[in-house]
């Protein structure tokens, strides 16, 4: 077999976002050796993008708030096909990862009298998201890497994983390649933690960094595990939609917390037209009432600007298909109005969004504090992701753990702003936690050198071949698909279409041929992703299918009704022996009683 140099730990931590650097944190915190992974550098990891803050119930700014409220949002907003115990354990748990990290060093904005601020967002009942500006996931990761670095925790930069190695059933460790010049690297592990993040790259517009190829989610497929809800995607209602460069770009919902409305090309701000049954109680039913509850009225009800993303985006698409959109395609979304109420708005805009003021001026040549900005859904969020034990977050391949946002089951069919910051919190260091007592309980396993030698062969194939596919171009093909298929909006035929491609474009990428050799060569990488573009875009359009129904993330035009019998069921997605991907049901456990009766009591 070929020489490779090989590094060893107990336990293996692939990813270095807020999941991936909290659970590093807590293993090397359990005494065992800690190897971390990353595509980029550390501290550029997607979770610094995030803006608007974490979720958690401590009541720091309204006293009504606690964990059942925020546990009972969680289930309602993911439409009750959550993994309850996941959905539990994180609105009880992460009032003290908040702190934690505080303690650590975080500086999170301040109420007068010195707590902790929370904000408003979608689908919150209370203010519960903790925040700095809207550059709350710079500072998460600033702060865990300060700490985990002081605790002598291994850290390989710039280093892509490309398979999971096994030793039977068990994983044992990785193969991962240098980006800078290719070279191969065996990585061995008693347990191995994925937290490689999301999947936005599988669509033309999306929030996502580079780095949202789904590795994980594929590696852990490819592995023998588990994945489901992979049908849930969250499309983001507000994302920018011009200069054309820029589209897709987040804009935070914090600018709705602060007050920002949604209106249409006629002026009107249409969110008030279409207040699902659900939210009717919870929702404000005239301006007045949704401006006081973002000023912190306990007495107020929420805007229908912050009802949860999934029914926002819909209502956006809805406006721009009946033509009252905004000239670029989008609708408008508006902070500036907030100067009838606020003699300082402009300054008040400038200090609590920050980011969103830089991010217009400098990209669209537009002053928010003056001018409605125009925004229109974008591929944000995959609630779907590496089937796990709530208490452990191990997956159903021994070894295996996965945590944040390649792993699923909080957030069920549509996750509320704020939830994942906090679950990269509570799950990452359960995962951690538990990687370390596994690698304790389990020696090293025995790497297959054929398996090795296989994987790199494959890798390199790219180079061997002549003349053949552009890897950019298949990628190019691959994201339009899954935007016209097997977007917001979906039917039958459409996805049946869109599976047809995905086959076609699974053939031709045998074919994908990278011109130079292994130094510097984005074609290469590009080429290397593809295929886990592939492997996660078949597994959503195939759970997608086999969902009939709507339902948060979901929602089918053919079957635009929920419908019971899937309120019972997650879809899982399985490799099978023989490579082909299988699609099953999986029933969801009964709810403990004591659960079901603080979902009632909340309303
Ligand atoms: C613009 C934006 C704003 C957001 N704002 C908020 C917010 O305010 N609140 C909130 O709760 N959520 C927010 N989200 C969502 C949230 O930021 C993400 O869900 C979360 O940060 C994901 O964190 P993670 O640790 O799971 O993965 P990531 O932060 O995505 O990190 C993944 C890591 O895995 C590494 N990796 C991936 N593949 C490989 C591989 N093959 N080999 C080696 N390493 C690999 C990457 O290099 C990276 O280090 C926002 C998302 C976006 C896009």
Redesign the pocket.
């Known amino acids: 077999m070929t020489e490779f140099t090989t590094f060893e730990h107990d336990v293996l931590v692939?990813?270095?976002?807020?999941?991936?650097l909290r659970a590093a944190i807590e293993a090397s915190a359990a005494g065992v050796s800690v190897g971390l992974?990353?595509?980029?550098l550390l501290g550029k990891?997607?979770?610094v993008?995030?803006?608007?803050?974490?979720?958690a119930a401590m009541a720091n700014v309204d006293d009504r708030d606690n964990w059942k409220v925020h546990f009972s949002d969680t289930m309602r907003g993911g439409q009750y096909v959550n993994n309850w115990r996941m959905a539990e354990l994180h609105a009880k748990e992460a009032p003290d990862r908040v702190r934690e990290l505080e303690a650590w060093g975080a500086v999170f904005d301040r109420t007068k009298d010195g707590k902790i601020l929370q904000r408003n967002f979608g689908g919150h009942k209370y203010p519960r998201l903790a925040h700095v500006g809207d550059r709350?996931?710079l500072e998460m990761i600033r702060t865990l890497q300060d700490h985990g670095i002081h605790q002598g925790i291994e850290v390989y930069m710039e280093?892509?994983?490309v398979t999971l190695l096994k030793d039977g059933d068990r994983v044992i460790g990785a193969l991962?390649y240098e980006r800078e010049h290719g070279r191969f690297r065996i990585f061995k592990a008693k347990a191995v933690i994925l937290?490689?993040?999301?999947v936005g790259r599988a669509y033309k517009i999306t929030?996502?960094s580079w780095?949202?190829?789904g590795?994980?989610h594929a590696?852990a497929y490819r592995a023998g595990a588990e994945l489901i809800d992979m049908e849930f995607i969250q499309f983001h209602p507000t994302g920018m939609v011009w200069p054309p460069s820029v589209r897709g770009i987040?804009v935070?919902e914090g600018v709705r917390g602060e007050g920002g409305i949604l209106k249409n090309s006629e002026g009107k701000r249409f969110m008030f037209d279409d207040i699902p049954p659900l939210y009717k109680d919870q929702t404000a039913d005239n301006p007045e009432e949704g401006w006081l509850y973002t000023q912190g009225d306990k007495n107020a009800r929420r805007p229908p600007e912050l009802l949860t993303r999934d029914h926002v985006a819909r209502c956006i698409m809805r406006e721009v298909k009946a033509g009252r959109g905004s000239p670029h395609g989008g609708v408008y979304l508006d902070i500036a109005w907030i100067k009838e109420k606020l003699p300082n708005a402009e300054e008040h805009i400038k200090k609590k969004l920050p980011s969103m003021y830089h991010q217009f001026k400098q990209l669209a040549d537009l002053d928010i504090t003056t001018t409605p900005m125009e925004v229109g859904p974008t591929t944000?969020?995959i609630m779907g992701g590496v089937r796990v034990n709530a208490d452990t977050q191990m997956s159903t391949v021994p070894g295996l753990f996965a945590a944040?946002?390649?792993a699923a089951g909080i957030n069920g069919a549509n996750r509320l702003?704020?939830?994942?910051?906090?679950d990269?919190l509570v799950f990452g260091k359960r995962a951690g936690e538990h990687a370390a007592i596994f690698a304790k309980e389990n020696s090293s396993g025995t790497v297959d050198d054929a398996e090795v030698d296989q994987a790199v062969t494959n890798a390199l194939a790219p180079f061997e071949r002549e003349g053949g596919e552009n890897p950019f171009a298949l990628q190019h093909e691959l994201q339009d698909t899954m935007q016209d298929l097997v977007g917001i909006v979906r039917t039958e035929s459409e996805m049946q279409q869109a599976l047809e491609e995905v086959e076609k474009l699974k053939e031709r990428s045998e074919h994908v041929h990278v011109p130079g050799n292994v130094d510097f060569n984005p074609a290469w990488h590009t080429a290397l992703d593809l295929s886990n573009l592939l492997t996660v875009s078949e597994a959503i359009t195939r759970a997608a299918i086999e969902r009939k129904e709507s339902r948060g993330g979901q929602y089918r035009e053919d079957f635009p009704a929920k419908d019971a019998e899937f309120g019972k069921i997650n879809i899982a997605i399985r490799k099978t022996d023989d490579g082909s991907m299988q699609v099953s049901r999986v029933p969801i456990p009964e709810m403990p009683a004591e659960l079901k009766q603080i979902i009632e009591e909340m309303g």
Do not use: F, R
Not at 37 to 40: E, F, H, M, V
Not at 195 to 198: E, V
Not at 417 to 422: A, H, I, K, P, R
């Open positions: 692939i990813g270095a976002g807020g999941a991936g992974i990353c595509k980029s990891a997607h979770t993008m995030a803006e608007g803050g974490m979720a709350t996931g280093v892509t994983v991962a937290a490689t993040g999301g929030s996502n780095e949202g190829t590795d994980g590696l987040l935070t944000h969020y944040g946002e390649c702003g704020g939830n994942s910051l906090s990269l």
